[in-house]
């Protein structure tokens, strides 16, 4: 059976992009095929439900004019489109700078394969309207996805987790929801080990994070505001200043933002570097150098360099598993 999260893509790609009520029964063959018929309907109404609670105006209505009994489903482009919004130059480029940032890689994938699927089916689409659900914001942890649906199913997670050098611990969390502050991703729940409320940095999670036990497990606090909680249980960001060599002709946004540059100098390897000085206070500045591959090298401060060399560790880790 399909993932939620592609699942739920490809029926909201499939109402989206017909130009007609699509059937219970093709929406079953297509996209639900060897569910049972309780299990069928039992996906079917809680996915439209979760389509419709996330503000997806799902029409129903009589998919043949010749018969008035054959109801289809459908999303009507014009609802679903949002009003025009006027922004003033500064907020149009802040928009535009956010969008290019993040893109969540799986969203992007179950959007390929929803209409590779439609399209093979014979499904007459129209993709124009998919610039409606284009995925421009996402997270490249890779814990974000389960952190995120633990959290609408009210699912236990249990997860490694890693503070600087220290070996990493299992932590056991019934998520409340995932926020970003300070430019960093975040678990916001409740700590089983501990017995209250805790914040996880996503990027601090090794290995794969694990959704135990059945769906609906907890009940999330009334009037909880996850944003809240993690701005106050999250550490003020301590403005860091970074000593970085970077190689001739790149790291050209690095190099906008250095309080210094130093062209010409020696650096490990062969070939020569350029020695500039960041100043970053509310960004993931190991992540940023990372980015950048082997044209950066970390002198100072030692801290930052056991950062880049830890991930890349685990990066290592998880290739050879």
Not at 140 to 156: G, I, K, N, T
Not at 288 to 308: A, F, I
Request: charged content about 30%; overall charge negative; cysteine-free.
């Amino acid at each position: 059976m399909a993932h939620k999260t592609e699942r739920l893509m490809n029926l909201l790609i499939m109402l989206l992009v017909q130009r007609h009520y699509v059937t219970k029964d093709r929406i079953r063959d297509i996209l639900y095929p060897g569910a049972s018929d309780d299990a069928f309907e039992k996906m079917f109404e809680r996915d439209k439900e979760e389509l419709r609670s996330l503000g997806v105006p799902i029409d129903v209505g009589g998919s043949d004019p010749l018969f008035g009994d054959d109801y289809g489903y459908r999303i009507v482009q014009s609802e679903f489109a949002l009003p025009d919004i006027s922004l003033s130059a500064d907020e149009a480029a802040v928009v535009s700078l956010a969008t290019k940032v993040w893109e969540h890689a799986r969203l992007a994938e179950a959007t390929t394969d929803a209409v590779r699927k439609l399209t093979a089916a014979g499904v007459e689409l129209d993709v124009a309207a998919l610039d409606l659900v284009q995925p421009r914001l996402g997270a490249d942890e890779p814990a974000f996805e389960v952190f995120l649906e633990a959290a609408q199913e009210r699912s236990e997670v249990d997860f490694e987790y890693q503070r600087g050098t220290s070996p990493a611990v299992t932590r056991h969390l019934q998520p409340w929801g995932v926020v970003r502050s300070s430019g960093r991703w975040y678990a916001v729940g409740f700590d089983t080990d501990r017995g209250e409320e805790r914040v996880f940095r996503l990027s601090r999670v090794r290995g794969e994070a694990r959704k135990v036990g059945e769906p609906g497990a907890y009940d999330i606090p009334a009037g909880t505001d996850v944003r809240a909680v993690a701005g106050r249980l999250t550490a003020p960001v301590v403005e860091t200043t970074a000593v970085v060599l970077v190689r001739p002709g790149t790291g050209h946004p690095l190099r906008r933002a250095a309080s210094s540059v130093e062209h010409d100098v020696t650096g490990p390897g062969d070939g020569r570097w350029d020695r500039i000085v960041l100043s970053r206070g509310s960004v993931d500045l190991a992540a940023e150098l990372l980015s950048h591959g082997p044209d950066v090298y970390v002198e100072e401060p030692p801290e930052l360099r056991e950062q880049v060399v830890g991930r890349l560790d685990a990066l290592l880790a998880e290739v050879d598993r």
